[in-house]
């Protein structure tokens, strides 16, 4: 398994600039790759503060411009918003210009707000959604394609640039939409389910509803390649951790105001913020999420990945307005003292541990030298 970094760039904090918070993300990504993360990940959003990101693959690139070795990801193009051949031309050069590091992760998108924007009907998503995966997986493969679904007639098309990653980039395809896992299973897609604000155990419910749509396919669910988003924060000082939480709050209730339809914009694009039903209290959050010095992180995350068997963790370490400085102490303290005290636990470096849910070992060591 391996850790990653997901860039959702929130704009909270008013006096903060956009071009600062674009600009904090790029030295999260160059510090990512010096501490050894596996991948980057930038979301795409539009019109909000929920996120200053409306092209993942523009961000990719500039990603891929600064770095070496580290994979960069969309997480995710909602592909309702795109036009199919147009963006599977841009896929295929991304995966050039970064030299095969690109990781095209995909959505049905949830934000009426921005599809009413940008002229598309949400209640068409899944159906735009799946003929588009269809068109991007034909499209990346082969020297020519042409498509006729309920939404797209595409002629035969030939894709002029091709990637360099074969026979395709990776697919990753988040949500928790059944139909879609099922396409994982049947496809070789990587599903990408999100933890949000809730418990390792409802993660391991969100696994067994893969699972499920696995065996309906004929698979086996313990060689699934699933990756967990997850809010995660490293320090010693508890203000930070406070801070943080409540960031992560933050971005809970803008996400439910825009998927529930109930937002309240202020100054142009500022999402009102605003308690949604159930919510629940700071420190329900806190117990939640995976918070707290090197040594809880650790032991949190062992038995996370014992639970539910991720093979891949993609962590918010930027929310709300947690000042850079406190993202970059939290993504230091990851790299040099959890991952070691993890891979210690497993007794086997990280790449080796298994992504399948495992037998509890032996209690985690307090340290690792």
Known sequence: MDFGVFNLLQHRDRSWTSHQIIQDAMEHVQ????LGFSRVWFAEHHFSN????PSPLILCTQAAAITRRIRIGSAVLILPLH????LIAEIALVDALSGGRLDVGVGSGYQHYEFARLGADLTENKTVFNEMLDMIDRGLRQPHFSYV???????QTAINIAPVQTPRPPIWIAGADPNSHRRCARDGFVPFISGGIGSAEDILKGREKVEASY????KD??????GVLRFVCVSDDPAVIDRYVDGARFQRR???SLRHRRETMVDDYMVDEAAFPGEPSLEEIARNIVVGNAETVAERLCREIELYGPRHISIYFAVGDVPSADVKRSMTLFASKVVPMIERHFGKPLAEISNAPMPMPAPLQAAAE
């Open 149 to 155: 679904g309920q939404k797209f007639n595409q002629p």
């Open 83 to 86: 036009q199919p051949a147009r």
């Open 221 to 226: 669910p313990a060689a699934m390649p699933l």
């Open 50 to 53: 929920y996120s200053l990101c």
């Open 215 to 218: 065996r309906a396919e004929g």
């Open 254 to 256: 803008l996400a439910m």
């Open 31 to 34: 510090l990512a790759e010096e």
